[in-house]
């Protein structure tokens, strides 16, 4: 009888922190919890950070994940947006750590190429495939920030909790080269 596993997917954000969590049993995908963090309302980026540690911490001693998914920032054309991007996923990553749950982070091409097979889908197209992935009758928010840690999570479980460098491929010459495993 295999175990269950949980996995926490976060998407962080000094505006918005969104998270998901599933729990996947003899292979099989179910939504366990979704919701958001709104931080922008708060008056600094110190504060925010608090905050972000403190529901991390609480969201893993409530839900006992195995591991923790985390979106890595991606690079714009504002530099402190970035920085503050990254701060807010180190906060998340040294809460997990505190509590010594493993920790992936995942690129959003990767992510969105997880759920959906094409990596600049949008977020509403991501949110419309977690709900066909986990047999959803209604998505339970609107809030793609939500929908985007659950997506996090969801990309973890399809590379089965294993870190995995992305890699760029010109052709699928080039793609087999690189996979001789996955030709059957």
Same mark, same amino acid.
């Given at each position: 009888?295999?175990?269950?596993?949980?996995?926490?997917?976060?998407?962080?954000?000094?505006?918005?922190?969104?998270?998901?969590?599933?729990?996947?049993?003899?292979?099989?995908?179910?939504?366990?919890?979704?919701?958001?963090?709104?931080?922008?309302?708060?008056?600094?980026?110190?504060?925010?950070?608090?905050?972000?540690?403190?529901?991390?911490?609480?969201?893993?001693?409530?839900?006992?994940?195995?591991?923790?998914?985390?979106?890595?920032?991606?690079?714009?054309?504002?530099?402190?947006?970035?920085?503050?991007? /990254?701060? +807010?996923?180190? =906060?998340?990553?040294?809460?997990?750590?505190?509590?010594? #749950?493993?920790?992936?982070? *995942? !690129?959003?091409?990767?992510?969105?190429?997880?759920?959906?097979?094409?990596?600049?889908?949008?977020?509403?197209?991501?949110?419309?495939?977690?709900?066909?992935?986990?047999?959803?009758?209604?998505?339970?928010?609107?809030?793609?920030?939500?929908?985007? /840690?659950? +997506?996090?999570? =969801?990309?973890?479980?399809?590379?089965?909790?294993?870190? #995995?460098?992305?890699?760029? *491929? !010109?052709?699928?010459?080039?793609?087999?080269?690189?996979?001789?495993?996955?030709?059957?």
């Amino acid at each position: 009888m295999q175990a269950e596993r949980i996995i926490l997917g976060i998407d962080p954000g000094t505006a918005v922190m969104g998270f998901g969590i599933i729990s996947v049993k003899s292979g099989k995908m179910e939504l366990v919890a979704i919701h958001e963090l709104i931080l922008k309302k708060l008056e600094n980026h110190e504060i925010k950070l608090k905050k972000i540690f403190e529901r991390t911490l609480a969201l893993i001693d409530e839900y006992h994940p195995d591991e923790v998914a985390l979106e890595a920032p991606f690079y714009g054309k504002n530099v402190q947006s970035m920085l503050k991007l /990254g701060r +807010a996923q180190g =906060v998340a990553m040294a809460a997990s750590l505190y509590r010594d #749950v493993p920790i992936t982070e *995942y !690129s959003p091409k990767k992510i969105k190429m997880a759920i959906t097979g094409n990596g600049n889908a949008s977020k509403e197209q991501v949110a419309g495939m977690l709900k066909n992935l986990l047999k959803l009758k209604e998505f339970p928010t609107k809030h793609l920030d939500a929908s985007d /840690g659950l +997506a996090v999570a =969801v990309c973890h479980y399809f590379n089965s909790g294993k870190s #995995v460098h992305e890699k760029s *491929y !010109s052709g699928w010459e080039s793609f087999l080269k690189q996979n001789p495993d996955r030709l059957k």
